[in-house]
């Protein structure tokens, strides 16, 4: 996605090997055209797979999955990380290990907004390990419904996460699939150019 690629390569900061900052449009402070683009084209990329609801983990993949959720004029679902005083029944739970937090998050939904067989569409931010879309995918699959599908918004192509999502058979599809994020540049997977930032 052009329009993404072009933001990243504007705004983006690469912090380490691993770490790419890009809490300017995306994950602090979100462009709403950008997010806007970003649901329209999860949308024509997952089409035919009949989606009943989106489903996201806070707060990062809060922006797109709702603008997803919007152009499938589907409710959007986000798994929480912290405990709410409301939310003490009848949940889903699973664990998520950060490798950029560097901790282990207990996420919930409740039980009563995924029903059994409901066709649900995952959404996120970023992939690296594909802890958090494991995650999710277990939340998906308690209750009976079916993962049709993951939409990244940036895949580090580097690290393992879209492999095993596909090892579980369920289809990927990354925006923007990074290589390399080395010597301070971001390295497009389908362009291999070199970008320095």
Do not use: C, W
Not at 17 to 42: A, C, R, W, Y
Not at 54 to 77: F, N, Q, R
């Amino acid at each position: 996605m052009k329009l993404l690629k072009d933001k990243i390569i504007q705004e983006g900061r690469v912090l380490s090997s691993t770490v790419l900052k890009v809490d300017s449009f995306l994950n602090h402070q979100m462009d709403p055209e950008l997010m806007s683009e970003i649901g329209k084209e999860f949308v024509s990329r997952f089409k035919d797979e009949e989606i009943t609801k989106v489903l996201t983990i806070e707060s990062s993949g809060i922006g797109p999955a709702l603008m997803t959720a919007l152009e499938l004029k589907v409710p959007m679902i986000f798994a929480r990380k912290r405990k709410s005083l409301t939310l003490t029944e009848d949940l889903l739970t699973a664990q998520v290990y950060s490798f950029t937090k560097q901790e282990e998050n207990t996420i919930t939904i409740s039980s009563s907004f995924i029903n059994e067989g409901d066709r649900i569409l995952i959404v996120d931010d970023f992939l690296a390990n594909g802890q958090a879309a494991l995650g999710l995918i277990n939340l998906v699959e308690q209750a009976g419904a079916i993962p049709v599908g993951i939409g990244i918004v940036i895949e580090k192509a580097f690290q393992d996460g879209a492999e095993l999502l596909n090892d579980r058979g369920i289809k990927v599809e990354s925006l923007a699939r990074i290589a390399s994020l080395e010597n301070n540049s971001v390295i497009f997977l389908d362009s291999l150019q070199e970008v320095h930032l």
